[in-house]
């Protein structure tokens, strides 16, 4: 049977009543449905309308996909009317996508393509998924029968791929049983995966009675926060933002922090997490779990009266000597992990508890001159910013001399780099007066800072000139 008609030209033929001959159309490059295979070009038919539109040539003199021609075998009889002719494919695979575009948040919903497929079964598509920086990703869907099919993509699947954004799903290749390429119909689909918030709760797992604690998710511009805690404890801070103060009350149990993060409209996406607290009146151990190589950090219990406390830290040093008291300091080495360990209470009856440490590595700040350190007076120099483990965006400081140099300072974000100094001025007695920078590095992330780096330039007097320094040329007279 004819699957698909040219509807973009028609020829119509007239001959006298009783008169016979063959028919033959010729395709050109504006001939729409023309195969680009070879092979599926001798699929190509005439159609007459008689109606329906039914077959009636299928020799084919193929040159290629802009140029041939298709003739009837068997002449046409014509009776005095108008006949109509157009070109046509016989049984020839196809495949289009029927379903619109689609956005949806990181909630579990799942992005479905329609499509449908027709020809030889069983069928086989190429599907190609591409976002907006060029990255693609292919499927393949086999053994299909004739009609409509469905296939469904997950948030993470499309994240995966180039993360949020949009994406065009189309349908590249369409295949019939003997292998034979078919005609992809339309258009394709766009696929939006909607920014959505991944918001991660910082903050002590463990909490002391009457204590005041800090809980946070990362600051994300334009996303909106709504914070709740149940009645153990209460926000004393704004609880719309993206850091607040709980101070817990004289009730143990276990706590449920909740948080809701949106993202900006108009296409806002909302996820909401809790995070579940245990109020303890003892043991708890208080302190930052998230630390820095070689850093100092307390950690401390309730101090109560005739309590024990044995500690125990690996990944870092404590300061003081045992027997140990209900605080201590911690002086953490450059792994990269860690372990506090508290056993308190009265003798014979003492509680064990512990809390994991991450030792985020320290950045180190690179500093270098761009040309000369040497300067003449009133000349600017080029400083160029680097780092290790400093993250993504890491956070740069400058002084001069010791101070913080405002010039830098006062600079809008995103700060340059390389950075063009003021004017280095000489001045004093001696012939070059040097200026010391120093730059310091922060990783965003972690909270680590680098030591300072520093590169000092000398910026040289300028010759004087003038009679005074004028010295005739006397020679030879």
């Given at each position: 049977p004819l699957q698909l008609i040219s509807n973009n030209e028609y020829w119509t033929l007239q001959g006298v009543n009783g008169a016979s001959t063959?028919?033959?159309l010729r395709w050109d490059d504006q001939s729409a449905i023309i195969p680009a295979g070879a092979l599926d070009r001798q699929k190509l038919r005439i159609a007459q309308y008689l109606p329906p539109w039914t077959k009636v040539g299928e020799t084919v003199n193929d040159v290629n996909q802009n140029q041939g021609t298709v003739q009837t075998s068997t002449p046409v009889s014509f009776d005095g009317s108008s006949k109509v002719f157009t070109l046509a494919i016989e049984q020839t695979a196809s495949a289009e996508i029927t379903s619109g575009d689609v956005s949806a948040c990181n909630d579990g919903s799942t992005f479905a393509v329609n499509y449908s497929?027709?020809?030889d079964a069983p069928l086989r598509v190429v599907i190609n998924v591409e976002h907006t920086t060029g990255t693609t990703s292919t499927y393949f869907q086999n053994d299909l029968a004739e009609g409509e099919h469905t296939i469904e993509f997950t948030y993470?699947?499309?994240?995966?791929?180039?993360?949020d954004g949009a994406y065009t799903v189309t349908i590249e290749e369409v295949y019939d049983v003997n292998d034979l390429a078919g005609i992809v119909l339309g258009t394709g689909v766009t696929l939006t995966a909607l920014p959505t918030p991944n918001p991660i709760i910082s903050g002590p797992t463990s909490v002391m009675t009457e204590s005041v604690t800090t809980y946070s998710v990362a600051a994300v511009a334009g996303n909106t926060y709504s914070w709740s805690v149940d009645v153990l404890g209460a926000i004393v801070t704004a609880d719309d933002q993206n850091t607040i103060n709980i101070e817990w009350g004289t009730s143990t149990g276990t706590a449920t922090?909740?948080?809701s993060q949106s993202s900006p409209a108009p296409n806002s996406c909302t996820t909401i997490v809790t995070y579940e607290v245990d109020v303890r009146d003892w043991p708890v151990i208080i302190g930052d779990f998230s630390v820095c190589a070689n850093s100092t950090e307390v950690y401390e219990s309730k101090e109560v009266a005739g309590h024990e406390y044995l500690w125990v830290v690996q990944g870092g040093t404590i300061q003081?000597?045992?027997?140990?008291g209900y605080q201590i300091t911690v002086v953490w080495s450059s792994q990269t992990a860690g372990r506090v360990t508290l056993t308190q209470g009265p003798s014979g009856d003492q509680v064990t508890i512990f809390e994991d440490v991450t030792i985020n590595a320290s950045p180190t700040a690179i500093l270098a001159v761009d040309g000369?350190?040497?300067?003449?007076?009133g000349d600017p120099i080029t400083l160029q910013f680097n780092h290790t483990g400093g993250g993504i965006a890491p956070n740069y400081e400058l002084h001069l001399n010791g101070s913080v140099y405002q010039p830098y300072e006062d600079e809008s974000a995103p700060k340059p780099n390389p950075y063009i100094t003021e004017p280095l001025i000489w001045n004093g007695t001696n012939a070059g007066k040097e200026y010391t920078f120093e730059l310091r590095v922060t990783n965003t992330t972690t909270g680590c800072t680098s030591i300072w780096n520093n590169k000092t330039v000398t910026v040289w007097k300028t010759p004087e000139t003038g009679p005074q320094y004028h010295i005739p040329n006397t020679h030879g007279m």
């Open positions: 063959n028919v033959r497929v027709a020809g993470a699947e499309l994240f995966a791929i180039a993360g922090i909740t948080l003081e000597t045992a027997p140990y000369s350190a040497d300067v003449c007076d």
